[in-house]
């Protein structure tokens, strides 16, 4: 089973044990409705952990996690990355993709050129970019938006660009 990091812990809340958590995706409400998800702890051991409550607070969430019950137990679970199976996603319409089903996808030009690999999704204020590994030539990211993005293939893991002019 594939698990996404979908959130980071970043500080206690309160005293009882609630935690602050950066969402990597602040469009995502996938951990407002999750009862379980896997925690990798910065430590690198992993394990799945109830979820007891959730809400949304402004660029986050706060999160009970179910046998935290103080600020002590809450300060030990700083910088642990909140994973949720991939399958428990819910399903998409027509044309619409998530961006973890993108990572490793084969990245061409409409030309047919190979421009490389897909490793990851970085949100900026003004867009998504797709980090690129082009091997020998760098790394790059391109913006996920139609001047640069021809289509995305998810089920042949292929993402079409039209040009690379432009970024460095």
């Not at 969402?23 to 690198?44: C, F, I, K």
């Not at 949720?84 to 990572?103: H, I, N, Q, V």
């Not at 421009?115 to 996920?144: H, K, N």
């Amino acid at each position: 089973m594939r698990f996404v990091p979908l959130a980071e812990i970043a500080r206690p809340h309160g005293v009882r044990g609630e935690l602050r958590v950066r969402v990597y995706n602040e469009d995502s409400d996938l951990l407002l409705h999750a009862r379980t998800v896997r925690m990798r702890l910065p430590d690198g051991s992993e394990r799945d952990v109830p979820i007891a409550g959730a809400r949304a607070v402004n660029k986050g969430l706060l999160l009970r996690i179910a046998g935290v019950e103080d600020r002590d137990a809450a300060v030990l679970l700083r910088g642990a990355v909140l994973c949720l199976a991939r399958d428990a996603f819910p399903p998409l319409e027509d044309g619409e993709f998530y961006a973890c089903d993108l990572e490793g996808a084969r990245v061409v030009l409409t030309s047919g050129e190979e421009v490389g690999r897909v490793t990851g999704l970085r949100s900026y204020p003004t867009c998504d970019a797709l980090a690129i590994d082009r091997g020998a030539a760098g790394s790059i990211e391109v913006p996920l938006v139609e001047a640069y993005v021809d289509g995305v293939d998810v089920e042949h893991g292929v993402v079409r660009l039209i040009t690379l002019d432009g970024l460095a």
